[in-house]
């Protein structure tokens, strides 16, 4: 069962463009959900993350915005750049349960200069 | 760079061999986590540490299993090895439980 959904798979967005990720979930009982960035190589690198009592925030040129009502959250990179091409993952997790991260499937960017 | 290490990077071995994957947490980080990446599963949780003891477990199969040592470093061990165990095994650390998770840059698992 596939409890955090990711979309889309892949996504090219020219340089100085917005790119777009979103996640739905089905589990109320989450409670954080971080972002991940990885580099082929490389392992996953903690981008951004948010707690369902807020509804947006924002680090540089990333930005998470997050419906709880509609169990969904999404990721945004203002300014896109070249060096922003990477896979995208959005993950969810809840501390009673340890903090596992249930992740999604994962975006793949390429960002053309 | 994280501050999370993995041994090795790279790993060949047959098929029915077993194998032990090394994870150094942070300076400070209590917590280990060992996720398993595939092409066709994704990043899925295997199995949770806290100081010493298990706390969380995913769908680890029998054949694999884990400990975190008095010096907090985690070992995985995978024994029994078949063709779909071929994946990237990452070791992730935090302080404690319900804080951000850091990743080591993961061991190459081929089977053949």
């Known amino acids: 069962q596939q409890q955090v959904k990711q979309s889309p798979q892949s996504l090219i967005v020219q340089k100085g463009g917005i790119s777009i990720i979103n996640c739905a979930y089905e589990?109320?009982?989450?409670?954080?959900f971080p972002w991940y960035q990885q580099f082929p190589g490389k392992g996953p690198a903690l981008l951004i993350a948010?707690?369902?009592?807020?509804s947006e925030k924002k680090e540089g040129r990333f930005t998470i915005s997050f419906n709880k009502s509609a169990k969904q959250f999404s990721l945004h990179i203002m300014d896109s750049q070249p060096g922003d091409s990477a896979t995208y993952f959005c993950?969810?997790?809840?501390?009673?349960?340890?903090?596992?991260?249930?992740f999604g499937g994962g975006t793949r960017v390429l960002v053309k200069p | 760079d994280s501050g999370v290490t993995q041994t090795p990077k790279h790993l060949i071995t047959a098929t029915g061999q077993r194998v032990t994957l090394r994870c150094s947490p942070r300076?400070?980080?209590?917590?280990v986590y060992w996720y398993q990446q595939s092409l066709d599963q994704g990043l899925q949780f295997l199995i949770q540490?806290?100081?010493?003891?298990?706390?969380a477990k995913g769908n680890i199969l029998e054949r694999f299993s884990a400990q975190q040592f008095p010096d907090l470093h985690s070992e995985l061990n995978l024994s029994s090895l078949e063709l779909g165990d071929s994946a990237l095994y990452f070791c992730?650390?935090?302080?404690?439980?319900?804080?951000?998770?850091?990743f080591g840059d993961g061991t190459r698992l081929s089977i053949l």
């Open positions: 589990n109320t009982a989450f409670d954080y």
């Open positions: 540490y806290y100081n010493g003891e298990e706390r």
């Open positions: 993950a969810a997790s809840r501390a009673a349960a340890g903090n596992k991260l249930t």
């Open positions: 992730a650390s935090s302080v404690g439980v319900g804080q951000p998770q850091h």
């Open positions: 300076s400070g980080d209590l917590s």
């Open positions: 948010i707690r369902p009592d807020v």
